[in-house]
């Protein structure tokens, strides 16, 4: 696609439900990245892929993180029995292989009540 | 995880005014780039430093990385309404895992 596109660009969930939030990355970019951002935060580096491996999962912040990408494309995030602090903005951002710099989606806007 | 330190946390400005913001780390890095965050929408890339010293110009936005590789500035001359946004100074050594800073608020006042 032209840019990077992200679903649901909002999601109201439940204490301790599961959701899953899906990146589509711009066509032929081989790198992924999933940053989160808490209102009146920075980006916070959760995990990136380099095609549908990820070398650095170093940013999730518990077990109950998990993300994977089929087909060095679509990548989905997933957050188990979601707590409130889950609630923040999760960006995915994508590039080509040697360009440091990102294009980012619009993010998916979490809300755990 | 780690972040940069990035000043001010806001600002306030009428339009035309100067900006300037500065975003530093204890750490050294090899590149370093400022992004804008306009509301509901992901950062944009703006411009991107290589070279420790480098002076780089986009329109009205310059940029300079820092000799130290510490640290690194952005001014924007002349201010105009679009401007407002969240700019974020991001910095990176391997080119896969960026860490960025808190973000400057930036409101220009008509």
């Known amino acids: 696609g032209a840019g990077v596109s992200q679903s649901p660009s909002n999601k109201v969930t439940e204490k301790g439900k599961d959701v899953e939030l899906r990146c589509d990355p711009i066509?032929?970019?081989?790198?992924l990245y999933w940053y989160r951002q808490s209102l009146g935060q920075g980006l916070e580096f959760l995990i990136y892929?380099?095609?549908?491996?990820?070398?650095?999962k170093s940013g999730l912040p518990s077990d109950r993180f998990s993300a994977e990408r089929t087909g060095g494309s679509v990548s989905t995030l997933t957050i188990q029995r979601t707590q409130q602090e889950d609630s923040a903005v999760y960006l995915c951002?994508?590039?080509?292989?040697?360009?440091?710099?990102?294009?980012f989606g619009s993010g998916t806007r979490l809300t755990v009540v | 995880g780690q972040q940069l330190n990035q000043s001010p946390q806001s600002m306030f400005i009428q339009e035309g005014e100067d900006v300037s913001m500065n975003c530093t780390s204890s750490?050294?890095?090899?590149?370093w780039l400022w992004y804008k965050q306009d509301p509901g929408e992901g950062p944009v890339l703006l411009i991107a430093?290589?070279?420790?010293?480098e002076l780089t110009s986009n329109g009205r936005l310059t940029a300079q990385f820092g000799i130290t590789r510490k640290d690194s500035f952005l001014n924007i001359s002349a201010s105009i309404p679009s401007d407002v946004g969240i700019y974020f100074c991001?910095?990176?050594?391997?080119?896969?895992?960026?860490?960025f800073g808190t973000g400057t608020s930036l409101t220009v006042i008509p």
């Open positions: 892929f380099q095609g549908n491996s990820a070398p650095d």
């Open positions: 750490s050294i890095f090899n590149t």
């Open positions: 991001a910095a990176t050594n391997t080119g896969n895992q960026f860490y």
């Open positions: 951002a994508s590039s080509s292989r040697g360009w440091y710099g990102y294009t």
């Open positions: 066509s032929g970019h081989t790198a």
């Open positions: 430093l290589y070279k420790a010293g």
